[in-house]
């Protein structure tokens, strides 16, 4: 049980001394015992900071001050010592980095155990039913715990929680860097976990399809109203940042005020629309005319092949080409090879067989700094790879290495400010941003290098649904221009609405490489590389209209279905 | 704030301090004796940004980590266990002392880099298993270039300063 | 057969080892410990490529003692030998020599708890000798954020890289310089991530166990006959040797 009272949390601003900024006000909300509650809420709006709240470890191991009352059965969690909740309130963080810390899986479930000074001889039951609850295998008692994919260290972070007993778990953005098929996996997990104990568990996620699957009660942390799951979708119509079956049927909505369509989930969404009949022109739309001439050629793979350790390769004999100016979207489960094979465009990995052309020339003789002229190239976890004093200073960082004149740096510069909307920050420190911020900033610091190519790798992991709009629209933007772009990503949406080709990888092998709809029809292949369909998509397939597919952006997808209500 | 390793805020940075000497006490130039490494980086950073104590735990425990998974130089990890730990322990204390000013920063750095070069010339020099006086003598020239290199931790301090300014809140 | 035996004995044997390698003086009696040490590696299941490895790792450190001290000490004892105007004389020589023993014995001493142990298991044992569990706990904290906080440091030198940086001209010096952005990056993620580590060592109870209760492990480590056997029997055999050094 859980009361919240009045709750309200002010940071220090990180930029000016004596002055604090507001993140949330006045929350009062109340979970029962065996409850449980979604927290949704935009970038910045403190999810994180009111989950470390509610255990008692924010203000007082982070920064900041707060007013109003927390009580977690009966205790006031901000006045019980720091750590006296372990065996009551269980925390899993976004961030692993600081919650896996032990060699095995074992040890890592045994760590807390020890703490609270359980004896060895209860131990092993203890981890094993944690292992259990959370949906792991026992056989991975022994394994390392780097040798676990994402989605396990997920679970096994929540193993480690569970084994202390809590009566409360708290979990923050569970899903955040998931492929599609481990955030369905662990959907699965707190399903089973909510039906088999009698747990109080907090969830904050903007996955509004795990949190109608699992909560009671959601609660929009923007602007601090609770709506039981039931009835979230009337709640989320005027929110630009949640799910895409959302972002669609509130365009129906807004359009169609006497059409009331209370789904959300996809399945719902797509249940729901079953019924509806469909009177739009079933036909696809016919293809734009290629280009008569042979496009110039970007990028040139052929028989690329790498391992890192000699016996498993992590590419194995990939060819494609890719034409001057096309966005491609890159696919596949964590661990696919999608990564090492980007890293051979800019000459990070050299190939061991095969050849990689970039605009036309062998990149085995070119530098690192030659590539980078040629491609920007934005690495997993951008937001960690800030170093300047202010985000101008991060921005000239590239361009300037690439000697730029005067002019042409300060044009790219200012347009990449306003492109991302940080000319107000750009004389401050960006290692002191928020994170989607930091992001941005790491994202515009690569796009003033106004390279012929750009390959991003998840560049849009943790960013909300109004974020991701920006980052769709600079790419767009940038695509327009005759850009050519690669992005890797585990956003299907995202890649269905941008990308003209999509590349699907699974274990090292390039398994699907067609344009999207023909590549999200591909289901063997899909679920092998653990890729889920978009949401248009599923839509289409559900009401057997390929119409639909021909445009799998939630605007085309909505306009059809307005089409269909009439 | 006390420095107390039972507060979970001051383990994890200790830690992870701990953990930044020793990752940049990797070799970078192999020589005769020893390697030259960025450790003496992440020590300054570690003593003139959390003060003496942090300094000394993560430059003495962070080398001789170092040393003892270097395969070969492993022996030696006492030695820099003292000179890295007192040169932390020092630095630490001086820039405390000076308030933070530039000179204390000038001060610190210069007495951190003597007490490098001096005590491994002592310990080698004192104790037969370390290489003895010819190792001694062989291996000043290497530790003076190896403190000159470590002396750009003052420029990543000020830099790290400047960059991420919570750094100043944070403290010991 | 070194693996069976717990950590403690294992560092207990190099122990002995080492101090033999201070206290001895006479050549063949440190070569005899070089032997020794080898043949407790190779009995105790340790492979060669071990060993291996570590002498070429010594060869050039040895090489440098062996040709240095004699230079240094060219004034004492009887010229052996005579080159432009360098002189070689047999205490020279010798001195060089038992530097070089000692040093080679430590080096194999004290691989013997280090290679037959992870070190996770290592810090364990050297709790049980009165490490305080804060310091046992933050050591192994050490380990392993030391792997990845070295992973995050390549990766920003990539990223740096990617965004034309060049790291690999010039002198030693202008390459610290050059490192300067990468260092700020990954400091700045280290303390990131001891935030984050402060959070999660405190979610899982540390610091509760002040009083309230004793800290307990999954794997305790335990002295077994074997180990005693192995103290009592390498604790005799170095105070014979001590005996014998001394007289």
Redesign the interface.
Known sequence: MITVQRLSYEHPSPFTKDTWDTLFHDLSFMVKSGECLGIVGPNGSGKTTLCLTLAGLAPRLTSGRIQGQIRVFDRDVQVEPVGWAADIIGLVMQDLTGQLFNETVEDEIAWGLGNLGLPAAAMPDRIRNALAAAGLPDGLLKRPVTDLSGGEQKRLAIAAALALQPRVLILDTPTGGLSPLARRILQESLIRLRRETNLTIVLADNDLDLLTAVADQVLFLDDGIIVDSASVYDAVVAKPYISSAASVFSMVVNARSDYSLTCLTTEEAIRQTASIPIVGDCQPPVAAPSPVEAPQVAIEVAHLTYSYDGVNRALEAVDLSIPVGQFVAILGDNGAGKTTFAKHLIGLLRPQEGVVRVMGKDAARLSIGQLAAQVGYVFQNSEDQIFSATLREEIVFGPGNLGFSPDRLNHAVARSLERFGLEALADLPPAAFSFSNRRLAALSSIAAMETPILALDEPTVGLDREKQALVGAWLSEWHKNGGTILLITHEMDFAARYAERVLVFDRGRLIVDACPEAAFSNASALISAGVEKPFSLALAEALECAALAGDLTPEGTACFLLGGLK | MKFD?????I??????????V???T?PI?PT??GY?H?GD??IY?TALAFGPWAGM?AGG??TA?AD????????F?PLSLLVHGLQGLVVGLIYRQMKGSGVGLFISLLVGGVIVVGGYFLGEML?????????A??EVWFNV?QV??GS?GG??YL??L??????S??GE | MLYRLDPRTRLWLMALIVTLCVVGKEIWFLASLVAAAHLILIVGGVSFRVIFRTWRTLTILLLFILILQPLLLQNIGEVVFRFWRIHMTDVGLLTGLRYALRLTGAAFGVLIPLSTTPIQKLIRGLQKLGLPYNWAVMIGLAVHYAGTIGALHTTLREAQQARGWDLSTGGMIKQARAAVPTLIAVIIASLRMSDSLAIGLASRGYGLGRGRHTRTTLHDISLCPSDYIVLILSTLAAGFCLILVIR
Not at chain 2, 5 to 9: A, I, K, Q, S
Not at chain 2, 68 to 75: D, N, T, V
Not at chain 2, 127 to 135: D, E, K, L, R, Y
Not at chain 2, 162 to 167: S, T
């Open positions: 390793l039972n507060n979970p805020r383990l994890a940075l200790t830690g992870v301090m701990t953990a930044l020793f990752a940049l990797r130039v005769p004796i030259t960025l980086v992440a950073f735990i425990v962070g980590l003892l998974l270097s395969g070969g130089y492993a022996h990890a104790v037969p298993i370390w290489g003895g006086p010819s190792g003598v062989g270039v000159l290199v750009v420029l990543v830099g790290v400047r960059a991420y300014p919570r750094l809140q944070m």
